[in-house]
């Protein structure tokens, strides 16, 4: 059983419009992350959290919300989709003691329109 | 700031035949940085393949190798006989400690496309 999901698995959005993706683990790991490919480009970190209730920046936040509720669930929030934020979002999970190991999602495809 | 650069694009190789996949790095705030190899098979996520964190050593898992050279700064991923089930995207990536996490630095990705 997938110990990290990701909802929905693809979405069609428009310019200006919200956008939530949600991801959730049964892993129990404290650190979660949220990663966007874009095609020809490795991942890249656009939020991560180390504990429920608190989030920081990746290497990308512009344009990015992420609320972390639980230790479960972590979502990316998209205020104002635009065009430059059509891609794959991943979302991770690794334990405190083991962050090099990350659990991915099976990823999230997103076009704005 | 820290970087991976792998083979690029698809790489066609036919069942039982060897493959390897070139991945070099270069990490500009830590002098051996952990280095890593995650696959990821259709329709799922990515997965941690093998791992290696001291400089000279070689990382081995599911019949994948690959040694991390310091001199070269390398991490190529080999194979001696692929398998159509291999199939797959793979990345190379490094990690360096920063305030708060390890930061995963990955490369574009391989497709590893096995013919029978």
């Known amino acids: 059983e997938a110990a990290v999901t990701q909802s929905p698995r693809s979405k069609v959005a428009v310019t200006g419009g919200k956008v939530t993706l949600s991801c959730h683990q049964t892993n129990n790991h404290d650190y979660m992350y949220w990663y966007r490919q874009d095609t020809g480009h490795g991942l890249r970190l656009i939020h991560y959290?180390?504990?429920?209730?608190?989030?920081e920046k990746g290497d990308i936040p512009d344009g990015y919300k992420a609320s972390r509720p639980s230790q479960e669930n972590f979502s990316l929030i998209l205020e104002l989709a635009s065009l430059s934020q059509t891609a794959v979002y991943f979302c991770?999970?690794?334990?405190?003691?083991?962050?090099?190991?990350?659990?991915f999602g099976p990823g999230t495809r997103l076009l704005v329109l | 700031g820290d970087s991976v650069t792998q083979t690029e694009g698809q790489v066609t190789v036919s069942e039982s035949k060897s493959l390897i996949i070139n991945c070099t790095y270069s990490?500009?705030?830590?002098?051996?940085?952990?280095l890593f190899w995650y696959v990821r098979y259709p329709g799922e996520g990515l997965q941690l393949l093998l791992k290696?964190?001291?400089?000279?050593q070689k990382g081995s898992s599911r019949g994948f190798e690959a040694t991390y050279n310091k001199e070269t700064t390398s991490f190529h991923l080999q194979k001696a006989s692929v398998q159509e089930s291999d199939s797959a995207v793979y990345y190379c990536?490094?990690?360096?400690?920063?305030?708060?996490?390890?930061?995963?630095?990955f490369g574009k990705g391989t497709v590893l496309l096995v013919s029978p």
């Open positions: 991770a999970s690794s334990d405190r003691e083991d962050q090099d190991t990350q659990y």
């Open positions: 290696v964190i001291t400089a000279g």
């Open positions: 990536a490094l990690s360096d400690r920063r305030s708060g996490y390890n930061k995963l630095t």
């Open positions: 990490a500009t705030s830590i002098a051996y940085p952990n």
């Open positions: 959290s180390y504990v429920a209730d608190s989030t």
